[in-house]
């Protein structure tokens, strides 16, 4: 690999003079916590099972430390970036790596199969971010529920949020997210990554997890919308029997979704915790029948 300008880039001294110069403020309504400790962003590249034939999707550059130890490993990088003030620090930054562009936007409202289709044709591809805390799952969903046509998802999140993300069925730990990701994807714990790693330090820690996603679901489903939206009532009031959170989750009479959960082969008194993926499945797929 050869040395570029600013390749320090995470350096503290190299990154405030750069911020400074183009007068950027932190926003932390954008989620604005950029990577100072320089281990942390090669390691999240090497891991996210990008090489010089395949793409990669970034969301929420920065200032680009992550996106030039991507552009170092891939055949094309690219970033999408909703707050226009990074533009010229990026161009900045990305002078010596041709090979990544940006893309001005919200993740959350942009056509992602398009620029998929545009930016990466015939490219395998894969997503690696540093994510903005205030839309991690609703982002991880997006791209799982739409379907995208990429390998895996190589994402830092706040700690709480990675354990939420990463349970297992059947663990205390395990709620609606969790059990939409297992169904799209095998999730797994990367590393963990110490608040004082970031400019500003967010008072949480965080964790690099990777979401490898599934070339088939592992259940059948007879309706994935009516599997979700089970998956959401089941788990929302915890302190309540699957029975009764499903019936007042979804508004369908007890006497329904406690036959529904019998043919089943659910106990009337099951909990959404005790419940694996294929009982999940099973109870949605007699609830639509
Ligand atoms: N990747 C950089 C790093 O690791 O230092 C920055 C990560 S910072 C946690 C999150 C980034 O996401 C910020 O650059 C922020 O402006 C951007 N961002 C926030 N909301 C976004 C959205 N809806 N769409 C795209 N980018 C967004």
Do not use: E, Y
């Given at each position: 690999m050869t040395e570029r300008k600013n390749d320090r880039l995470s350096d503290l001294s190299t990154m405030r003079e750069i911020l400074g110069?183009?007068?950027?403020?932190?926003?932390?309504?954008?989620?604005?916590?950029?990577?100072?400790?320089?281990?942390?962003?090669?390691?999240?590249a090497e891991l996210c099972g990008v090489d010089e034939e395949s793409g990669v999707l970034e969301i929420g550059p920065g200032m680009g430390v992550l996106t030039r130890e991507l552009a170092k490993r891939s055949k094309k990088t690219v970033a999408v970036e909703l707050d226009t003030r990074l533009l010229p620090v990026l161009a900045e930054t990305l002078a010596d790596y041709p090979n990544a562009s940006v893309v001005q936007g919200d993740v959350m409202k942009l056509d992602l199969h398009r620029l998929l289709q545009e930016e990466f044709p015939g490219m395998r591809v894969a997503v690696c971010a540093n994510l903005p805390y205030y839309i991690t799952s609703p982002v991880i969903m997006k791209i799982l529920e739409e379907k995208l046509p990429i390998t895996a998802l190589t994402v830092m999140v706040q700690k709480e949020a990675a354990q939420r993300?990463?349970?297992?069925?059947?663990?205390?730990?395990?709620?609606?997210?969790s059990a939409a990701v297992q169904y799209y994807a095998e999730p797994e714990i990367l590393f963990q990554v110490s608040r004082g790693s970031f400019l500003p330090a967010p008072n949480v820690d965080s964790t690099v997890i990777r979401l490898n996603v599934r070339p088939q679901p592992p259940v059948e489903l007879r309706s994935e919308k009516g599997f979700f939206r089970l998956v959401k009532a089941a788990f929302g009031q915890r302190r309540k029997t699957a029975l009764n959170a499903v019936s007042a989750g979804m508004g369908l009479p007890k006497e329904q979704v406690a036959q529904a959960m019998e043919r089943a082969g659910l106990a009337p008194n099951a909990r959404a915790e005790q419940m694996t993926l294929e009982m999940l499945a099973a109870f949605s797929n007699e609830l639509e029948a």
């Open positions: 110069r183009h007068g950027f403020t932190f926003s932390k309504a954008l989620g604005q916590n950029f990577l100072i400790n320089p281990s942390v962003c090669p390691r999240m993300i990463c349970a297992k069925p059947r663990t205390r730990a395990c709620g609606a997210v």
